[in-house]
């Protein structure tokens, strides 16, 4: 027979979960209007599952380092983490996917932003 501690439990757990896929996640990066012309790809980044199940949000900003005659990112640098290593790390797999125009861009700084939307 289950006591009234362990049916707390379930309902708590079961509220939680119910609450967790109710928010949706939300990354973005934003990069001004003015640069989007000389840009062919921008991907967003995707949520990593382990921050999200442990609802880790965060806000940071990358410095991408563009080859000049190919246009990909060549290095990515956080320089202002969100405080979540792993909030990092999937900014700067998406930002390593980014594409500009050859003999555009060299350099180009972007803030992310992982948080839950209600």
């Not at 896929?21 to 001004?32: F, G, H, K, N």
């Not at 640069?35 to 980044?45: L, T």
């Amino acid at each position: 027979m289950q006591t009234h501690r362990q049916h707390t439990q379930i309902v708590f757990a079961l509220l939680l979960a119910i609450a967790s896929s109710a928010l949706s996640a939300e990354p973005d990066a934003t990069v001004v209007p003015s640069m989007r012309p000389y840009m062919f790809s921008m991907p967003r980044p995707q949520y990593p599952e382990e921050a999200r199940r442990r609802l880790i949000t965060g806000s940071g900003r990358c410095e991408l380092v563009f080859d000049l005659d190919t246009g990909r990112v060549t290095r990515v640098i956080v320089i202002e983490s969100s405080g979540s290593k792993l909030l990092d790390d999937a900014a700067v797999r998406t930002y390593l996917r980014w594409r500009a125009r050859p003999r555009k861009m060299t350099r180009m700084r972007v803030p992310f932003t992982f948080t839950f939307a209600r």
